[in-house]
């Protein structure tokens, strides 16, 4: 941590309840860094159905790591509240949608293409951008 930054400084994780990103919070936690919230993105299947790997999401399912009954939970016992973001815009919404601009102008979308996913733009990085947006400048993100 740079000791010269303000108290009032918002520190925040990215978390997708991944290795990668619960790693960052949990060694955070360890080490005494300052962590504020954990910041997760749900993309949803359609209004009601996550589109998240089912064995993570699950709520009464049979698996004991669920996002909802388990993870979650336990970050805001750590005292890490967790901040929820979902898009307007869902799976079933975009692959049912039309494309409106560009060479392929008025087809259908169907699946998506590696490398060219608009489920992962407009899930996920819009909703991400548009909270970002509302923090201040000198808000400090963990990215694990």
Do not use: W
């Not at 925040?12 to 360890?30: Q, R």
């Not at 973001?85 to 560009?102: H, M, P």
């Not at 996920?124 to 990215?143: A, M």
Request: charged residues 25%; hydrophobic residues 35%; contains cysteine.
């Amino acid at each position: 941590m740079i000791s010269k930054e303000k108290k009032n400084t918002l520190h925040i994780a990215s978390c997708s309840f991944g290795k990668d990103s619960l790693a960052t919070i949990l060694l955070a936690l360890e080490h005494g860094e300052p962590l504020d919230e954990a910041v997760y993105c749900e993309v949803m299947f359609d209004k009601r159905t996550s589109g998240e790997v089912p064995e993570f999401h699950a709520k009464g399912g049979a698996q004991a790591s669920s996002i909802y009954e388990t993870a979650l939970p336990r970050l805001e016992r750590l005292g890490i509240p967790v901040r929820v973001l979902r898009s307007d815009k869902t799976y079933l919404n975009l692959f049912a949608g039309t494309v409106t601009r560009g060479p392929k102008k008025g087809l259908r979308r169907g699946f998506p293409l590696c490398g060219h996913c608009y489920v992962q733009r407009d899930c996920k990085l819009r909703p991400i951008r548009r909270y970002n947006r509302t923090l201040t400048p000198d808000t400090v993100q963990y990215v694990g």
